[in-house]
């Protein structure tokens, strides 16, 4: 197994920029993962893929402004990007450029030099320990990033964030903050193709997985089985795994919405069974895993040779996962966070 069997040709004119107007006029391609046949379709016609008795699973994290601009007293500008909660006032950062701010120094929030970010402790892959300093005790790392913070668009949107990132680069029902990056499966659902969902009698169930860094983190080594998987924190409840399992039993299907849901669900079955658990999951998914609870996956289209894209070969065939590309990109699909989505099934 190579790292570069997960390349394709993608044009750059097919990375989407923008969110389209309307969520499930997004494009969707389905792909039976059994015989690689593929064809074309609307998301808002997901219901019709689906019985009665199937289970929808969403990640219901919710995206954080992670991004501050802040400014030395030298003058120059320093970025930072928090991932991570320690306390309220003390998180853990990447700063950009790093070599501006060692441990000791301290930055100022642009246009509000009575707010401080203290370094207090460089770590050994380079992320920072951050506290906040500012004279209003009321005052938390996390109202410091609703009112200065930007939403942490991915590196491959061209453009700075706007206000209305802030809705949609979300999904419609996050609720749990903590994730630097939108788990975006869930972007093309909204609320009334959820009702219809519902009203077709398709249950729903919620697990948390706060999408951190390094899922954007290309993998640097030519056998991917030898790639330092990124951890990320997540929630499976008690209520979450018994839906599950009842569905399993009752003959349903478990359709997890994004790479984040299935990374949860088979983090918590590596026993065989499933279980409620909660924690921090590093689980590598590559060619040759066997699912445990995950019937069907959808998912949008991800970056070339990403561990993201080897979660979606090992489900459904590498072969016939790059073959639905090659078809995605022939009929100018759109492609990463704000494009299209696919169905495995």
Not at 216 to 240: A, G, I, N, W
Not at 290 to 305: A, Q
Request: aromatic share 8%; net charge neutral; with cysteine.
């Amino acid at each position: 197994m190579r790292t570069e069997d997960f390349d394709y040709y993608l044009p750059e004119s097919l990375i989407a920029q923008r969110p389209l107007e309307k969520r499930d006029s997004s494009r969707l391609l389905f792909l039976d993962r059994i015989s690689g046949g593929i064809s074309h379709h609307v998301f808002g016609n997901l219901p019709s893929f689906l019985r009665k008795g199937d289970r929808l699973v969403f990640n219901d994290t919710k995206v954080i402004p992670a991004r501050v601009h802040a400014v030395k007293s030298t003058g120059a500008n320093v970025e930072f990007l928090f991932t991570e909660k320690i306390d309220d006032l003390t998180w853990k950062a990447i700063v950009n450029p790093g070599r501006r701010l060692k441990q000791g120094s301290s930055a100022q929030i642009v246009n509000s030099p009575e707010i401080s970010l203290y370094i207090g402790q460089v770590l050994p892959g380079g992320d920072r320990i951050v506290t906040l300093r500012c004279a209003d005790k009321t005052m938390t790392l996390q109202k410091v990033l609703e009112e200065y913070g930007h939403i942490p668009l991915p590196h491959y949107i061209s453009r700075e964030d706007e206000n209305s990132d802030r809705e949609t680069y979300q999904t419609v029902y996050a609720s749990k903050p903590g994730a630097i990056a939108a788990p975006t499966a869930g972007l093309h659902f909204t609320d009334s193709l959820l009702n219809e969902l519902h009203d077709s009698g398709i249950d729903f169930s919620y697990v948390t997985l706060h999408v951190g860094i390094g899922t954007f983190r290309p993998v640097k080594v030519s056998d991917p089985r030898e790639h330092p998987m990124h951890q990320e924190r997540y929630t499976l409840s008690e209520q979450t795994s018994e839906e599950i399992l009842k569905t399993k039993r009752d003959g349903g299907r478990v359709i997890a919405v994004g790479t984040t849901v299935v990374r949860v669900l088979e983090h918590c079955s590596a026993s065989g069974a499933l279980q409620p658990s909660c924690g921090k999951t590093e689980l590598l998914i590559l060619p040759s895993y066997r699912f445990k609870t995950v019937d069907g996956l959808i998912t949008n289209f991800h970056l070339p040779k990403s561990t993201l894209l080897m979660l979606v070969c090992s489900f459904a065939g590498t072969n016939h996962v790059l073959n639905a590309y090659k078809s995605a990109v022939t009929e100018n699909y759109r492609f990463y966070s704000y494009g299209d989505a696919m169905m495995l099934l």
